[in-house]
């Protein structure tokens, strides 16, 4: 009897089992049989899918967060960012991390598209904006979250990406696509 297995582009799978599940996150190890015919195993790490919103004032001033981030061991600058909750929206994901990490609310929102962090190991779709129009609110962090605001120049914020003092990849695309959409060369 010939073993029933799944196709996955050229990759046969013949068995999958999850490994390690909470709630924002899942291990599978899957049984494959691989492009070149030989018997393998493969890992994928399924996150929630999230946002990177880019908040832009009318002055050309990007607002990025500094915070500890746990799985890295240290403080990064980022965008603001965060995952989506029980059925809601990408753009509603967007207004409420705004405001929930920098205590500000935008009158215009710019989808800029989606990327995939590391397409090799993980599933996750994250999806990119522009805030512009702001108006302040006040922040309200979630209990893992001890941030920073940072204020700066969009112009030294596109410096901070070329030089790698802003390492984040979702941080990055989403500032270039900012930097596209609003002219800056």
């Given at each position: ?116 962090p590391l397409t ?21 962090p979630e209990g893992t ?41």
């Amino acid at each position: 009897m010939k073993k029933r297995t799944r196709k996955r582009g050229p990759w046969r799978i013949i068995k999958s089992r999850t490994v390690y599940k909470n709630p924002w996150i899942s291990v599978r190890e899957d049984g494959v049989i691989r492009p070149d015919g030989k018997h393998g195993i493969y890992g994928v790490v399924t996150i929630l899918s999230g946002v990177g919103v880019v908040p832009v004032d009318d002055k050309k001033n990007i607002y990025l967060t500094k915070e500890f981030h746990y799985a890295v061991g240290r403080v990064t600058i980022e965008a603001v960012s965060g995952g989506m909750e029980g059925g809601e929206s990408k753009l509603k994901t967007a207004q409420r991390e705004l405001e929930e990490e920098l205590g500000f609310q935008a009158k215009k929102w710019t989808y800029l598209g989606k990327l995939y962090p590391l397409t090799s190991v993980i599933s996750m779709e994250n999806h990119l904006y522009l805030a512009q129009g702001l108006v302040k609110s006040s922040a309200r962090p979630e209990g893992t979250e001890k941030i920073e605001l940072v204020k700066i120049p969009f112009r030294r914020a596109l410096q901070w990406v070329k030089s790698g003092k802003i390492s984040d990849a979702t941080t990055i695309v989403a500032i270039l696509k900012s930097a596209e959409y609003l002219g800056f060369e």
